[in-house]
């Protein structure tokens, strides 16, 4: 793994979610890939609107958005 310095973003919204806590922490979370930081972010699935979402039991996954470590759990 290399190295450098890292940053871990624990939320309950994270993009493409809706909503101003998401978008903020979607910006904060590009603005430390822009400063060359290692970004992790641990969240929920997306959950909004309310009537629209997965309600599966199994929904973790991992995946990279624009140099940014995302962990739906």
Request: with cysteine; net charge positive; charged share 25%.
């Amino acid at each position: 793994m290399a190295k450098g310095k890292r940053v871990v973003f624990v939320t309950q919204r994270y993009p493409p979610d809706k909503g101003g806590n998401a978008a903020r922490i979607g910006d904060m979370a590009s603005n430390f890939v822009d400063t060359k930081w290692f970004v992790t972010v641990l969240t929920l699935p997306p959950t909004y609107p309310p009537w629209s979402f997965d309600r599966s039991v199994e929904q973790r996954s991992t995946e990279s958005r624009e140099e940014v470590t995302v962990h739906c759990l």
